[in-house]
């Protein structure tokens, strides 16, 4: 049984590398230790740049088209995360942890009743994730917003305001639950 498990885990190690050497073409720049594991799914990747030590668990979605997409190092993303840049631009620092079912938006969609919903622009904006960043299960991240350094998001959050450095925050819309010590 154990000769078993290590052949598995050699192949689905050998699977991840080679998702890896697959997808890093088709990113503008991408650091060492990329570690997609499928099915991360990438579009605009030339405006799309990944630091050192990426991980995903699957399921992902990086979406650069018309846009731009900005990633340090160290990031780790859980599962089904999307980070959609369309009409907008995202800065991801250093050593930050996204969890599951995460939306990363950085444009609104128009409200005129002058036009069907399907007809309505979209507003481009900015959002900045400082360093060392905890974004948790299920939370929103809106445009225009700046999470400080050493930030917590608690689950199912949407962020709609910047938060302070060490803020804990939380709700919807997120307002500020704590401090970290």
Same mark, same amino acid.
């Given at each position: 049984?154990?000769?078993?498990?290590?052949?598995?885990?050699?192949?689905?190690?050998?699977?991840?590398?080679?998702?890896?050497?697959?997808?890093?073409?088709?990113?503008?720049?991408?650091?060492?230790?990329?570690?997609?594991?499928?099915?991360?799914?990438?579009?605009?990747?030339?405006?799309?740049?990944?630091?050192?030590?990426?991980?995903?668990?699957?399921?992902?979605?990086?979406?650069?088209?018309?846009?731009?997409?900005?990633?340090?190092?160290?990031?780790?993303?859980?599962?089904?995360? @999307?980070?959609?840049?369309? =009409? #907008?631009? *995202?800065? /991801?620092? +250093?050593?930050?942890? !996204? $969890?599951? &079912?995460? %939306?990363?938006?950085?444009?609104?969609?128009?409200?005129?009743?002058?036009?069907?919903?399907? @007809?309505?622009?979209?507003? =481009? #904006?900015? *959002?900045? /994730?400082? +360093?060392?960043?905890? !974004? $948790?299960? &299920?939370? %929103?991240?809106?445009?225009?917003?700046?999470?400080?350094?050493?930030?917590?998001?608690?689950?199912?959050?949407?962020?709609?305001?910047?938060?302070?450095?060490?803020?804990?925050?939380?709700?919807?819309?997120?307002?500020?639950?704590?401090?970290?010590?």
């Amino acid at each position: 049984m154990r000769i078993f498990s290590f052949i598995f885990e050699f192949g689905m190690r050998l699977l991840r590398v080679g998702y890896a050497m697959l997808l890093r073409p088709s990113l503008a720049a991408c650091g060492k230790k990329f570690r997609p594991r499928y099915p991360l799914t990438i579009m605009g990747g030339k405006n799309i740049t990944i630091g050192d030590h990426f991980s995903s668990m699957g399921g992902g979605y990086l979406y650069g088209n018309h846009g731009e997409i900005i990633i340090g190092h160290r990031l780790s993303l859980n599962n089904n995360v @999307q980070i959609n840049a369309s =009409g #907008g631009k *995202i800065f /991801i620092g +250093d050593h930050v942890l !996204i $969890g599951p &079912n995460v %939306v990363l938006r950085a444009a609104d969609h128009g409200l005129s009743r002058e036009a069907l919903m399907q @007809q309505q622009p979209h507003a =481009g #904006g900015t *959002i900045i /994730i400082e +360093d060392d960043v905890w !974004i $948790g299960a &299920n939370a %929103v991240i809106l445009r225009n917003v700046r999470l400080g350094k050493g930030s917590v998001v608690a689950a199912g959050a949407v962020v709609t305001k910047d938060t302070e450095p060490y803020t804990i925050v939380g709700g919807v819309p997120a307002k500020r639950i704590s401090q970290r010590k």
